[in-house]
């Protein structure tokens, strides 16, 4: 079943549900609003589950190529003590390949890569669509308006399309953790390939990059709106008495390199990822906190399973009961899972209540953040010839 669509969202998710159609021999137009390719962002890191999704899309050895495996790291106390230590050989043995990290504009650059020019269109924002015939959804551009069987919703946390198909429906809200991040502007020599580090009420990571860069994070319980004039400043304050290397992750940043962003998540589940002929996806159907590192994993399940389904089904409408079946109950339970992981991680700020997690997470053995991992990591990827 061939078909024409409209990708709204030139983000990861959009850009992989683009690859995913076009394999399947659909017509594909992706519209971002941003006047030029979206690369915002500073670093990812990608599970089996992400991996496996990008082989079907076609794209996995060239994502590979451009990442660094993620053998070695866990999670820490500010003075360095270790509260739990990540295997990522044993995770490679389990799922046939450890976690990556890659930064977003190459992860973006690789997606882009792989779809010809004319798939996208950038600068062009879509604020509603025109789902009133029964076969053909309608989605006005400028003086223009494209006809198609399928529009897909990748249009983020802040979904316009989302609030047109629920409009019942309360929309994102602020989780109570901000993000301050960057990549360094140089290499950085580090002993781990990934690290977390949590202390009351906040959260300090890092990737490595192939290039010896750096991709370094720090979530903060705070009010929503807060901005610093030297954000930079702010945090060599608050980190610069925890252990090494994170004091020299923020000395080899340059200030206009951090970007800040509050984190939003959509706490009530959608009652659908379907509305008529759009489809819902990644962010904007099911945001989550990053906790568990799944976000963009979860978008490229989504972009991989909904191109299954219309490869395979009789119907648009048969492939998209089929595609919210599938990942709904699934990328919900994920999605609680990162708020749960979250509340009992960075955002712990109690002093009793963190030394009773720091004591359970020693006391654990070892397997534990192997399985804690697996649990979401695990998933199998369909098939797109």
């Known amino acids: 079943m061939g078909g024409t669509a409209v990708v709204v969202g030139g983000g990861i998710g959009g850009l992989a549900t ?19 390719p979206a ?10 589950n992400g991996l496996r999704a990008l082989d079907a899309l076609g794209v996995g050895a060239a994502v590979r190529a451009a990442a660094r495996p993620q053998y070695n790291g866990g999670t820490r106390t500010p003075a360095g003590g270790r509260l739990a230590r990540m295997d990522g050989a044993a995770l490679a043995r389990e799922l046939g390949t450890p976690i990556v990290g890659i930064p977003r504009a190459a992860l973006h650059q690789v997606l882009r890569a792989a779809l010809p020019p004319k798939c996208l269109r950038v600068g062009v924002r879509v604020a509603s669509v025109d789902d009133s015939a029964p076969d053909r959804i309608a989605v006005p551009v ?7 069987d399928l529009v897909v919703a990748a249009d983020g946390v802040g979904s316009r399309l989302r609030g047109q198909a629920f409009p019942g429906h309360p929309g994102p809200v602020y989780s109570g953790s901000t993000v301050l991040r960057a990549i360094t502007g140089r290499p950085v020599g580090l002993s781990s390939d990934f690290e977390l580090t949590w ?4 959260e300090f990571g890092h990737i490595a990059f192939a290039d010896g860069r750096a991709e ?6 705070s009010p929503p709106g807060v901005r610093h004039a030297d954000p930079l400043g702010v945090l060599r304050r608050r980190f610069g008495a925890w252990h090494d290397p994170i004091p020299a992750l923020l000395e080899a940043t340059a200030p ?13 589940p959608l009652p659908s990822f379907v509305s008529g002929r759009i489809a819902f996806l990644g962010d904007a159907a099911h945001a989550m906190t990053p906790h568990l590192g799944q976000g ?38 994920v999605a609680r899972a990162a708020r749960q992981a979250g509340r009992m991680g960075q955002q712990l700020s109690h002093p009793v209540a963190v030394a009773l997690r720091n004591t359970a997470l020693r006391l654990a053995p070892s397997r534990a953040t192997v399985r804690a991992i697996l ?7 369909p098939s797109l010839g």
């Open 256 to 268: 206009e390199a951090v970007l800040h962003h509050d984190i939003h998540e959509l706490v009530t």
């Open 199 to 202: 202390g009351p009420g906040a």
């Open 18 to 36: 683009a690859l995913g159609l076009r394999r399947i021999g659909w017509e594909v137009t992706v519209l971002e609003r941003a006047a030029a």
């Open 296 to 333: 963009a994993c979860q978008a490229l399940e989504d972009a991989a399973t909904l191109a299954a389904a219309l490869a395979e089904a009789p119907s648009v409408s048969a492939a998209l009961a089929r595609y919210d079946a599938e990942r709904r109950p699934r990328a919900q339970s």
């Open 142 to 148: 400028g003086e223009e308006v494209l006809a198609v």
């Open 216 to 221: 370094w994070h720090a979530v903060l319980n």
């Open 39 to 48: 690369d915002a962002g500073a670093g990812i890191s990608l599970h089996a």
């Open 375 to 381: 649990r979401h990591a695990d998933w199998t990827a």
